[in-house]
């Protein structure tokens, strides 16, 4: 929770360019975000918002036509004698880091896993390739693994089809957790599985979590799960950050435009009816990104000032009971309360939106 | 809600629309079933005697996991697929799909929307050609420039606009929520009175999929549509659908309007459901103290734990099922006015909410 102390993942002015004949796509752009021992930061964002970018980057996993042209990432897991800049490192210090120190969960187990080998026999590759063990011995923590994320030992010899999706994707943990990482990249774990699959999943990770220390970084598109997950939020638009804070900062003073217009985007199940209003319009094109705030086609609060704005991120300011420092917002002129601009004005703009969104919600 | 006995009154191919709030159903399935054969004399029961009744103006929401049902019982009620018993009546006329005529007949009063718009639309054709077809098939007899002004005015309808700089545009031009407005306006083509959405907004990113939904509703309003809202989404139903449709198994679990039904749900798979779907005002939740959840899966997980031959569908994973739960299928019983449960158990699941127990009038 705290944000004190040495983060295990620093990552630090990242950006990353896609690049085309159209001209250069800036998927991330100058992107500041650290995750802590044991800690699990949340990482919201809209499809091509740039999350998945950043997560996969961060681990040099990325092909041209992407591009890395900045910025450094720093890993200070114990294991690791000093604490190294994955940018920097060589071909055979990454492929001691993948996996063993830094693990991914895919989000489709389908894909990930390999459908001509039997769960045992994917476990002992991975086993075999980070581990210096015995065959016996890596077929005694290939059951084990199973054993940690509630699968019966009977299925070490199933093959992917005759798995259900959500032991798939519970294999896929047990994958990631098979060198006992210190950090794991979760990238929408459970987005193609029915809620209570998911709602069982989670609760696992949380419980895998605590019982076993490591770092989470979780992708998503669903920030009313982060809420509910995540420690620390951070939300991804157009490749840059506009707002971190703790889970409960970010549901009870959200700072930034975006981050106040997502959470009045998704009905909740429980409580009183709340008034919805969704963010009418689209993400930007990354290609020619529009001056200053890429969100401020679409940003209610939107002025003339925000085509020059400076979009580092900044303390959010002025609020009494937010005393914490790390609750940072790119916003420098909108606070958790200021109040929402008439949308009188905004919704004749709109069109009919507006209007049928109100009407929807009374 | 829907009685046998009203749509038996409404004889004649009258196609004049009914109050909204009241009169007959626009579309209404009676014991409606769909069985699979999936070879060596194994049978998937994947709908199984579904009652619902459509009014225009109305949405229904179907509510369930994947492999539910809930798309095949869109699929029965488009004449996709023949069910393997029940009656589907339109406009309280039996529904008759056994010629072309018949068929199209039947299409252009009920439309489908599916889930994804990338696989609906045709990639090699233009907005304004997926839009056409359905006009000139549906409203046959209009002259070139008619077509021309319907497919203006359609896209205008889905607030495609300016009409012009989208109708020559090709699906990979169009954002996923453009591309699913495109699906919106080719069904209302066909002048449906009937619109099944699958899933329609499943597929977007979450800030677009309200403005959707808000689209869709007011589509529904504007034209009188019957809507059947499909979603696994339990919320969204509850801020969108008149009554909810609770599905398991092919079964429908729990009936009731929205609001009661998703604050005091009745049926444990409906608890079950309502228990797991994600509650940002929930911080500090069982989730992160990693405790589990209220009612669990009672050790069986999902997948797994099948649909049993005999019984309640629900008995494997149900923390109350006894003996009786696993002898006897349960049907839908009445707990109050609105509202009715499958389940034995409901003196226990729904204290408060059960009345007096009796069968139901209609499936």
Redesign the interface.
């Given at each position: 929770m705290s944000a004190a102390g040495e983060p295990v993942l620093d990552i630090r002015d990242f950006s990353v360019v896609y690049r085309s004949p159209g001209g250069d796509v800036r998927a991330a752009d100058s992107v500041n975000l650290a995750l802590h021992p044991g800690e699990v930061v949340g990482l919201a964002g809209?499809?091509g918002s740039g999350k998945s970018t950043l997560a996969y980057g961060a681990c040099r996993l990325l092909r041209p036509p992407a591009l890395i042209t900045g910025g450094s990432i720093r890993y200070a897991g114990r294991r690791l004698s000093a604490p190294a800049d994955i940018l920097q490192m060589r071909p055979d210090e990454l492929k001691r880091l993948r996996w063993r120190e830094i693990a991914i969960v895919f989000q489709s187990a389908m894909n990930a896993l390999n459908p001509v080998l039997n769960v045992r026999d994917q476990l002992v590759d991975v086993i075999h390739a980070h581990l210096p063990v015995s065959r016996d011995e890596a077929h005694e923590k290939a059951a084990s693994l199973l054993d940690l994320v509630?699968i019966p030992r009977a299925r070490l010899r199933s093959y992917p089809h005759e798995l259900?999706?959500?032991?798939r994707q519970r294999v896929m943990i047990a994958m990631a957790l098979a060198t006992d990482p210190e950090v794991v990249i979760m990238d929408e774990p459970t987005t193609a599985l029915?809620?209570?699959?998911?709602?069982?999943i989670?609760?696992q990770i949380?419980?895998l979590k605590?019982t076993l220390g490591f770092a989470i970084l979780f992708i998503t598109?669903?920030?009313?799960?982060l809420?509910?997950?995540a420690d620390r939020i951070a939300v991804m638009y157009a490749g840059q950050l506009l707002e971190i804070g703790t889970?409960?900062e970010i549901?009870r003073e959200p700072a930034h435009p975006y981050t106040k217009?997502?959470?009045h985007?998704?009905?909740?199940?429980?409580?009183p009816?709340r008034d919805?209003?969704?963010?009418?319009g689209?993400p930007p094109d990354l290609k020619s990104p529009p001056p200053g705030c890429p969100f401020l086609p679409r940003c209610d609060y939107g002025t003339d000032a925000c085509t020059s704005v400076d979009m580092s991120l900044a303390t959010v300011s002025g609020v009494s009971t937010s005393a914490d420092p790390y609750h940072v917002t790119a916003c420098p002129f909108v606070r958790p309360d200021t109040p929402a601009p008439a949308k009188a004005a905004k919704a004749a703009e709109a069109?009919?939106?507006a209007r049928?969104?109100e009407?929807?919600?009374s | 809600m829907s009685t046998m006995k009203g749509a038996g009154e409404v004889g004649g191919a009258q196609v004049q629309p009914a109050p909204a709030d009241d009169g007959a159903p626009a579309m209404e399935a009676v014991a409606l079933s769909k069985d699979f054969r999936l070879g060596r004399g194994n049978i998937l029961r994947a709908v199984r005697d579904v009652g619902l009744s459509l009014y225009r103006g109305k949405v229904i929401a179907l509510v369930g996991?994947?492999g539910s049902g809930k798309s095949t019982v869109a699929r029965l009620l488009a004449g996709q697929e023949q069910p393997t018993s029940g009656t589907i009546r339109l406009d309280g006329q039996p529904v008759d799909l056994s010629g072309h005529r018949a068929f199209r007949r039947h299409k252009s009063e009920v439309q489908l929307v599916f889930q994804d718009p990338f696989a609906s639309l045709n990639p090699v054709h233009t907005v304004s050609y997926h839009l056409e077809r359905p006009i000139r098939l549906h409203q046959a007899g209009k002259s070139k420039a008619e077509v021309a002004k319907e497919v203006e005015a359609l896209l205008e309808q889905v607030?495609l606009?300016p009409a012009g700089q989208f109708s020559g545009k090709y699906p990979h031009e169009l954002?996923?929520?453009q591309r699913q407005r495109v699906s919106f306006a080719r069904a209302l083509a066909a002048e449906p009175s009937v619109l099944l959405a699958d899933e329609p907004v499943s597929m977007l990113?979450?800030?677009?999929?309200?403005?959707m939904?808000?689209?869709l509703?007011?589509l529904r309003?504007r034209f009188r549509l019957a809507l059947l809202y499909i979603t696994?989404?339990?919320?969204?139903a509850?801020?969108?659908a008149d009554e909810v449709l609770v599905m398991y198994g092919g079964q429908i679990v729990e009936r009731g309007p929205a609001?009661e039904l998703?604050?005091r749900p009745a049926h444990p798979y409906t608890q079950?459901?309502?228990?797991?779907?994600?509650?940002?005002?929930?911080?500090g939740?069982?989730?992160?103290?990693?405790?589990?959840?209220k009612i669990t899966?009672n050790g069986a997980?999902?997948?797994?734990a099948g649909i049993p031959a005999a019984g309640c569908l629900f008995a494997p994973r149900c923390p109350l099922a006894d003996d009786h739960c696993r002898a006897e299928y349960p049907q839908l019983l009445q707990v109050s006015p609105a509202r009715s449960a499958a389940c034995w158990r409901l003196d226990i699941a729904a204290g408060e909410l059960t009345g007096p127990q009796e069968p139901q009038t209609h499936p």
């Open positions: 809209e499809s509630g259900s999706g959500g032991m029915d809620v209570v699959v998911q709602r069982d989670l609760a949380v419980e605590e598109h669903d920030l009313s799960l809420l509910e997950l889970a409960g549901h217009g997502l959470l985007s998704f009905p909740s199940l429980r409580g009816r919805l209003a969704g963010i009418p689209s069109g009919t939106d049928a969104a009407e929807l919600t | 996991e994947s607030r606009t954002s996923g929520g990113d979450v800030s677009i999929r309200l403005e939904l808000s689209l509703d007011d309003k696994h989404d339990i919320a969204s509850r801020y969108f609001e998703t604050q079950l459901l309502v228990s797991s779907a994600p509650d940002p005002d929930n911080l939740s069982t989730l992160r103290s990693g405790t589990g959840i899966s997980r999902p997948g797994e």
